[in-house]
């Protein structure tokens, strides 16, 4: 989790002064399979539904994960999520993948099953990068900006997702 930190920076034997900074905090999906299986993640750690400031999550594992929820899974200001370059995520959600203010990026293939990925908070910084596919069937949509890079559509069928070149 998030902690804030109080460090005391000395210069000789006077104490100058006192600075609270946040201790950043990465969920890192290491296996296959399910989001919510704890031995999927490095140090069994899964991430919240609403990441804060400072989180990280990062898809690198040895297989395709699998985030299947009946509630939102929100990308807070300040948070981000990576899909590393050969990897998979796929969303099966009921109800939204919500970016307000977190970044999502993709360098591997991001397939979105069922509900909706949305981008509700451009205004606060938020935004979807793209470098790999992102994909979504006839039962989901993508209502955002993609940054897409290199700037092509080809990597993004049904959808409602435009591409920002």
């Known amino acids: 989790k998030e902690i804030p930190v109080a ?4 210069q000789g034997a006077k104490e100058d002064s006192t600075e609270m900074v946040a201790v950043h905090t990465r969920y890192t999906f290491t296996g296959k ?10 140090n069994e750690r899964i991430p919240p ?3 804060k400031p400072g989180e990280q999550v990062i ?5 395709p994960c699998m985030y299947g929820q009946a509630t939102p899974f929100i990308l807070g200001k300040g948070s ?3 899909v590393k370059a050969g990897k998979t995520l796929y969303l099966s959600i009921g109800g939204n993948f919500v970016l307000r203010g977190g970044t999502l990026t993709n360098h591997g293939e991001l397939k979105v099953l069922s509900g909706t990925l949305t981008n509700q908070g451009a205004a606060a910084g938020s935004k979807i ?10 039962l989901s949509s993508i209502d955002a900006n993609i940054e897409q890079a ?3 559509t080809g990597a993004i069928p049904h ?3 435009t591409s920002k070149q």
């Open 129 to 138: 990068v793209n470098t790999g596919k992102v994909n979504s069937t006839k």
């Open 33 to 42: 399979g399910s989001w919510f299986s704890a031995s999927n993640w490095e």
């Open 159 to 161: 959808s409602k997702a």
């Open 49 to 51: 539904a609403a990441l």
């Open 7 to 10: 460090l005391k920076l000395k």
């Open 59 to 63: 898809i690198c594992g040895t297989g």
């Open 150 to 152: 290199p700037a092509t």
């Open 80 to 82: 981000s999520l990576e």
